[in-house]
């Protein structure tokens, strides 16, 4: 069964740092883009950021740029997305997703691929 889990996800408080993971069972992601979106609470599901399939290529939203940094492990089978200097804003049910390139990862509508579950990072004091 082909399978993303995310995790790391938690409280945190403004100015915070959490790193979520995203990691594949039943198939390996060293051929895929991988994409973290997100969606808050009575919000659409947005684009956070998208990382190549060899990781060479980021792509990051304008309200994470500078905060958040994307990054893989093929080795490990996992993605992650680092997250640092944590909003108020940030605070939203978090998902990966593959794709074949990180062409659609400002459409998550259109980015075709396997999904998570999601894990839910709340940012407050």
């Known amino acids: 069964q082909l399978q993303l889990v995310e995790s790391g996800g938690g409280l945190v408080q403004p100015g915070g740092s959490l790193r979520l993971s995203c990691a594949a069972s039943?198939?390996?992601?060293?051929?895929?883009?991988i994409g973290w979106f997100r969606q808050a609470p009575g919000k659409e599901r947005e684009g956070v950021s998208c990382?190549?399939?060899?990781?060479?290529?980021?792509n990051y939203a304008n309200s994470v740029s500078g905060r958040f940094t994307i990054s893989r492990d093929n080795d490990k089978n996992t993605v992650y997305l680092q997250m640092n200097s944590l909003k108020p804003e940030d605070t939203a049910v978090y998902y990966c997703?593959?794709?074949?390139?990180?062409?659609?990862?400002?459409?998550?509508?259109?980015?075709?691929?396997?999904w998570g579950q999601g894990t839910l990072v709340t940012v407050s004091s």
């Open positions: 997703a593959t794709d074949k390139s990180c062409i659609r990862w400002g459409n998550p509508d259109m980015f075709l691929g396997t």
């Open positions: 990382i190549s399939s060899s990781g060479f290529t980021t």
């Open positions: 039943g198939f390996t992601l060293d051929s895929y883009a």
